[in-house]
């Protein structure tokens, strides 16, 4: 008698609207997993991811692509994830998807079809999440983020935010890993719909330079130590796991690499985070360190 338990196969549509494809570059460099187990394999036990439409990695193109879409929008039931922003401004021309009888299909047109007939969605990147840099100002598309696109269409379908410019691959598949394992309803989100596994505290919580931090030691120039608060570094208001988690393979991450934390997993990212390399915010420093306090801001430029 054959024992085997029969895999689950969960359809995955997954669009790019305004975006630079870093976000996409991130997916597909995942290490652990691989993509290719990703891809091939059961992403947990008994149940496997089918990417039905993905613009990068799919063999189709044109009529035949387009109308895998056509039919997901008829069959529901599918996990849909957006990577971009949704312009919006005329008519949304700004971004197509591809093109239906003749006509341009913009992201709009498919995220407003496809969004409500998705068991779950999930805005992957800081675009998709709250605008990011194709939302960033002077904004000419009038680009909105996934989040804004579901309130004013009054699309109930459940979101899950993963921003990041780009985000790291875990973040993506560790959530979807959650969600088929412990079950949506019990994935715990922050205010901002991000997950807290990999979102629920500061950089500055977990950052090694942080005793430098305290000692109010300030790295000048990069290249020197120190911590690189005066150097720009957002990490005193940047939320996600970077410092333990690490990029490409476990090898390095930004402020590991003397660069500091741009705040890219922020609503704020990019325009009110602020330039990247200028000390423009006030830190809340532990009421233990108010010496230090005084000590950072007399450090102000
Ligand atoms: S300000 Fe940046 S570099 Fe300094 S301790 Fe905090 S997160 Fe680390
Ligand atoms: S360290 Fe900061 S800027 Fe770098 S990836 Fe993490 S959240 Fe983004």
Same mark, same amino acid.
Not at 4 to 18: D, F, N, R, S
Not at 149 to 159: A, D, R, W
């Given at each position: 008698?054959?024992?085997?338990?029969?895999?689950?196969?969960?359809?995955?549509?997954?669009?790019?609207?305004?975006?630079?494809?870093?976000?996409?570059?991130?997916?597909?460099?995942?290490?652990?997993?691989?993509?290719?187990?990703?891809?091939?394999?059961?992403?947990?036990?008994?149940?496997?991811?089918?990417?039905?439409?993905?613009?990068?990695?799919?063999?189709?193109?044109?009529?035949?692509?387009?109308?895998?879409?056509?039919?997901?929008?008829?069959?529901?039931?599918?996990?849909?994830?957006?990577?971009?922003?949704?312009?919006?401004?005329?008519?949304?021309?700004?971004?197509?998807?591809?093109?239906?009888?003749?006509?341009?299909?913009?992201?709009?047109?498919?995220?407003?079809?496809?969004?409500?007939?998705?068991?779950?969605?999930?805005?992957?990147?800081?675009?998709?999440?709250? &605008?990011? !840099?194709?939302?960033? %100002?002077? =904004?000419?598309?009038?680009? $909105?983020?996934? #989040?804004?696109?579901?309130?004013?269409?009054?699309?109930?379908?459940?979101?899950?935010?993963?921003?990041?410019?780009?985000?790291?691959?875990?973040?993506?598949? &560790?959530? !979807?890993?959650?969600? %088929?394992? =412990?079950?949506?309803?019990? $994935?715990?989100? #922050?205010?901002?719909?991000?997950?807290?596994?990999?979102?629920?505290?500061?950089?500055?919580?977990?950052?090694?330079?942080?005793?430098?931090?305290?000692?109010?030691?300030?790295?000048?120039?990069?290249?020197?130590?120190?911590?690189?608060?005066?150097?720009?570094?957002?990490?005193?208001?940047?939320?996600?796991?970077?410092?333990?988690?690490?990029?490409?393979?476990?090898?390095?991450?930004?402020?590991?690499?003397?660069?500091?934390?741009?705040?890219?997993?922020?609503?704020?990212?990019?325009?009110?985070?602020?330039?990247?390399?200028?000390?423009?915010?006030?830190?809340?420093?532990?009421?233990?360190?108010?010496?230090?306090?005084?000590?950072?801001?007399?450090?102000?430029?």
């Amino acid at each position: 008698m054959n024992s085997k338990k029969e895999t689950k196969t969960i359809p995955v549509i997954y669009l790019q609207g305004a975006a630079c494809s870093g976000c996409v570059t991130s997916t597909l460099c995942s290490t652990y997993p691989s993509i290719r187990n990703i891809l091939l394999q059961e992403i947990v036990p008994g149940v496997k991811l089918e990417f039905i439409f993905h613009p990068n990695i799919m063999t189709a193109s044109g009529n035949l692509a387009m109308d895998v879409l056509e039919k997901a929008a008829r069959d529901k039931n599918y996990v849909l994830i957006i990577d971009g922003a949704i312009p919006t401004g005329e008519n949304g021309i700004f971004c197509t998807t591809g093109e239906k009888n003749g006509k341009k299909s913009t992201i709009l047109e498919e995220v407003l079809s496809l969004a409500p007939g998705a068991i779950m969605s999930i805005a992957f990147g800081s675009c998709a999440s709250y &605008g990011g !840099i194709a939302g960033a %100002l002077p =904004n000419v598309t009038d680009s $909105l983020s996934v #989040d804004d696109i579901f309130l004013s269409n009054q699309i109930k379908t459940p979101l899950v935010n993963i921003p990041g410019c780009p985000p790291h691959p875990d973040w993506l598949f &560790g959530t !979807i890993g959650e969600i %088929l394992t =412990n079950g949506l309803e019990n $994935l715990k989100l #922050d205010e901002l719909k991000r997950p807290l596994t990999y979102y629920g505290k500061l950089i500055h919580e977990n950052c090694p330079r942080r005793a430098w931090f305290d000692e109010g030691k300030f790295a000048r120039k990069f290249g020197d130590e120190g911590c690189l608060y005066e150097l720009g570094c957002k990490g005193p208001v940047t939320y996600s796991d970077c410092p333990v988690r690490l990029w490409n393979g476990k090898t390095n991450w930004c402020i590991g690499s003397g660069a500091p934390c741009g705040g890219c997993t922020q609503p704020e990212y990019p325009d009110y985070v602020g330039d990247f390399y200028y000390k423009i915010i006030d830190v809340e420093v532990p009421s233990s360190q108010r010496k230090e306090k005084s000590k950072i801001h007399d450090l102000g430029r």
